[in-house]
């Protein structure tokens, strides 16, 4: 894939690696604003980017574009990949560009050019009659784009400020391949199958209330489900010598300026006032664990010491955002502090990265991992960053795994190595990360008694293996569209009366499979069978069990299985115990 830089250069690259992708996407967006301007000329264009997955442009039209105009568009770009246009870059001083830009009447792109600096050139790519300010880089022909597709339209405000216009957004994907746009739809038509919301209302998981937007209530199920994962989240960190602590949701301002996040964090926090001193609701744990170390002197020969926490946290997400249980302003996320020695640093990183693996394959997740490095606005030296990172990059190289580097997108105390982890249908989530911080040791002034009987300062690392436990519920969802494995299903039996004469008998069954602690539910009620078993399938509970008049006598039980292909779920009268066996197995 051919490349051309903002240089005049051509680069040979992959749509595989990221700055490929992006150069394929931002030059799709190119395309659509080409055709735009060419079937509505006196339309404005705002800004036109790569996403994580595909491309918008934003644009201001005089008339109100709707989902029936992206056909119209489409048809337009393909005829303009058709015309394998070449792209050429050039450059234009500040007051050219803002001549150029005046002369067409392009407002948000002159309003762009007006905010560079007075000696910064700025750079135009031109494809056919379309030129656009941009600094790329795109592709060296439009005609590399194989296959695209336009997905939707929404509204967004220009800069994202309230105050400003509302423009019109238009969503699209484009790949070199045609395949891999079938590829593509395909998995947008599973995941909108899939999608957590519609699931979680129709299995009865949780709600969300126009009284706490981004504060998700978990129903009973829901809660069954959410506290498996806990009971599985406590057995392992039990097993590895972790001690789970729990810190105050609210914590004074003080403790907020030591840490930081007064500074670096404020618009994601929720803030109050209470006896007259201002206090932060907690969008993180660490700084209540900083308390906990401190709260009693530590030797050298404690450590590792490894702390977790299950604490509630709060973030001020803006509601544009908000999706479901993937974007919330409240969640549980699955924390846990190892506070250690220098050369305990390696051992420890890889520990975390062995416990991580073994909970996504517990889920039959694959996953990747990303190094992110030192952003702009950071605490701490130059030295320190460095030994940080060079300490994650030996840690993962030397568990024989690869990563790639996402520069700048380091948390401001320190490096970390996310965890990207791959659903049933393809699609990534960051959920694990790993953070080395030798900052909040030093804000905390936390300290231990090394063996030269003088204080030193401990090396600490923040982790999470759900990132939050309400994310992880709703990627879990989507994942098994519903369908959970037996030990995770929050009814996991379900038995069906044949008429209200023989629920007794089913009540004795799950009296025994309670014992046996399944978690069983009983459908009584004085409906025809075949409905009845429809809406437990519905309902995607793994075992169906029916008690009637020839299982009453006989003391047995007729049992259908969910997974089982359609003309094979009738498993057939058998004992319970056979049934109890079979399912523990």
């Not at 056919?128 to 695209?148: M, R």
């Not at 409906?527 to 509970?541: D, F, H, N, P, T």
């Amino acid at each position: 894939m051919k490349v051309l830089l903002r240089s005049g250069e051509i680069a040979e690259m992959s749509f595989e690696e990221p700055e490929g992708k992006k150069a394929f996407w931002h030059t799709s967006a190119h395309v659509l604003a080409h055709a735009v301007k060419r079937l509505y000329p006196d339309t404005k264009c705002a800004i036109g980017p790569a996403t994580e997955n595909g491309f918008y442009y934003d644009f201001e039209f005089s008339f109100p574009f709707t989902e029936e105009h992206l056909a119209a568009v489409e048809k337009e770009m393909q005829k303009i990949v058709k015309e394998s246009h070449p792209l050429h870059v050039s450059q234009k001083t500040r007051n050219d560009a803002i001549a150029y830009m005046e002369s067409h009447k392009e407002v948000y792109k002159l309003e762009l050019i007006r905010g560079l600096d007075e000696d910064e050139p700025a750079s135009f790519y031109k494809q056919g009659d379309y030129e656009e300010f941009c600094t790329g880089p795109h592709l060296s022909n439009v005609c590399q784009v194989k296959a695209l597709k336009l997905l939707s339209i929404a509204g967004a405000y220009w800069r994202g400020d309230k105050n400003n216009k509302m423009l019109t957004r238009i969503y699209g994907i484009s790949f070199p391949k045609v395949s891999r746009l079938e590829e593509y739809l395909h998995m947008l038509k599973e995941a909108k199958a899939r999608d957590h919301r519609k699931l979680g209302r129709e299995l009865q998981l949780f709600m969300l209330a126009d009284e706490g937007p981004g504060l998700p209530f978990f129903l009973p199920k829901g809660l069954i489900l959410k506290n498996i994962l806990i009971d599985y989240w406590r057995k392992i960190h039990s097993r590895e010598g972790y001690q789970e602590i729990s810190t105050p949701i609210m914590l004074n301002r003080q403790l907020w300026e030591t840490s930081g996040h007064w500074e670096h964090y404020m618009d994601s926090m929720y803030t109050l006032t209470a006896d007259g001193e201002d206090y932060a609701i907690k969008p993180m744990n660490c700084p209540g664990c900083m308390l906990v170390y401190k709260n009693e002197p530590h030797s050298y020969k404690e450590f590792p010491i490894r702390m977790s926490e299950l604490g509630i946290i709060h973030r001020n997400e803006k509601s544009g955002t908000l999706h479901g249980l993937m974007r919330v302003r409240c969640c549980t996320q699955d924390d846990a502090h190892i506070f250690m020695l220098e050369d305990q640093v390696t051992d420890e990183i890889q520990g975390v990265m062995k416990l991580i693996d073994e909970f996504y394959q517990k889920f039959g997740f694959s996953y990747e991992i990303e190094l992110s490095t030192r952003p702009g606005n950071s605490i701490g030296s130059d030295e320190e960053w460095e030994l940080a990172t060079n300490a994650l990059k030996k840690a993962v190289t030397g568990m024989n795994k690869s990563y790639t580097v996402n520069e700048g997108d380091g948390a401001f105390y320190g490096p970390k190595l996310d965890f990207h982890l791959k659903d049933s249908i393809g699609r990534t989530w960051q959920c694990g990360t790993i953070q080395l911080d030798f900052q909040l040791p030093q804000r905390f002034q936390l300290e231990y008694i090394g063996p030269d009987a003088q204080k030193h300062r401990p090396i600490m690392l923040h982790r999470v293996v759900f990132g939050s436990i309400e994310r992880f519920l709703g990627i879990l969802v989507e994942h098994y569209a519903g369908k959970f494995p037996v030990w995770l299903s929050p009814v996991q039996i379900k038995i069906l009366t044949v008429s209200d004469k023989y629920t007794s008998y089913a009540k004795t069954v799950a009296q025994a499979l309670c014992q046996q602690e399944f978690r069983v539910d009983i459908d009584g009620r004085d409906e025809k069978l075949g409905y009845k078993i429809r809406e437990a399938r519905m309902e995607k509970i793994p075992y169906i069990i029916i008690t009637g008049e020839k299982e009453q006598q006989n003391g047995t039980i007729s049992v259908r299985q969910r997974d089982a292909a359609f003309d094979k779920q009738e498993m057939g009268e058998m004992k319970l115990d056979e049934l109890i066996s079979l399912i523990k197995s």
